[in-house]
């Protein structure tokens, strides 16, 4: 399959979402609301839940189902209280000794003027940093279109896994497109060029983990992915703090190199 054929496949309104792959992992969910200084975003579910008998704490970005629920929780584009909510639980779980797990699944951060008055950058800047020293395991799965920063600011993890045909790019193909060509109908020669999908970016070290797809049905994809987030959760318990941090660190340093 293409690059830009999985572009279209990780888009698809019909893919299963965040909500999804919580009430499938998760048994006793609890989800919490609010970021505690301006108010929820629905973009953004979180909450705490048992993973087989382990508590986590569990971050999902959610598009909705239909068009009500798309317009309620802003087609998956969070708002700065979104990402702070986020960080909010994440410390949560830090001070209890939670392992967290983020679901990313957007085209990008919300960039509505309102979101650039209350902090949308310094939110996600907020994010990344903490993340990156957060003294508990950290896992981040990508289910559909990783986007921008605004996905990245869940993605600062021990371990980042992808799905087959999910994509994880710091601009769009149509973006990219238009600002390389200045034709954004270019959008399938930037895919192919960007190096989104789930395979390449295993090849360069980007992400650990591809779960397949291909004729298996959603439920199929989340037993898969279940056990392993499992499986990583239990090596990363057998590590002290201090060794965890500096496996993180390290990941990201040699990137690019």
Not at 4 to 12: D, G, H, P
Not at 36 to 53: E, F, H, P, Q
Not at 117 to 130: D, T
């Amino acid at each position: 399959m293409k690059a830009y054929e999985r572009v279209m496949q990780a888009r698809n309104s019909h893919r299963a979402m965040g909500l999804f792959y919580i009430q499938r992992l998760l048994s006793n969910f609890v989800e919490m609301h609010g970021d505690r200084r301006y108010s929820d975003d629905g973009a953004i579910v979180g909450g705490i839940g048992l993973l087989n008998d382990m508590p986590v704490t569990i971050i999902a970005m959610e598009r909705g189902s239909t068009v009500e629920e798309r317009v309620k929780r802003n087609f998956g584009c969070p708002s700065p209280e979104g990402y702070r909510k986020a960080l909010r639980l994440m410390k949560q779980a830090e001070k209890f000794h939670r392992p967290v797990i983020c679901l990313i699944d957007t085209s990008g951060a919300y960039c509505g003027i309102g979101a650039e008055e209350r902090g949308q950058g310094q939110a996600i800047a907020e994010n990344l940093m903490e993340m990156m020293t957060l003294k508990t395991p950290v896992l981040s799965v990508v289910i559909g279109e990783g986007g921008s920063g605004g996905a990245l600011a869940l993605g600062v993890a021990d371990s980042v896994i992808m799905l087959e045909n999910a994509v994880y790019s710091v601009i769009s193909p149509e973006g990219c497109a238009s600002i390389l060509w200045k034709d954004a109908s270019k959008a399938a020669e930037a895919a192919e060029v960007l190096k989104i999908t789930a395979h390449d970016l295993k090849k360069r070290g980007i992400i650990e983990t591809v779960i397949p797809e291909e004729n298996r049905t959603n439920e199929e994809i989340c037993d898969d992915l279940k056990a392993e987030l499992l499986k990583r959760l239990e090596k990363s318990a057998k590590l002290p703090v201090s060794k965890l941090l500096e496996e993180r660190y390290n990941r990201y340093r040699k990137i690019g190199l």
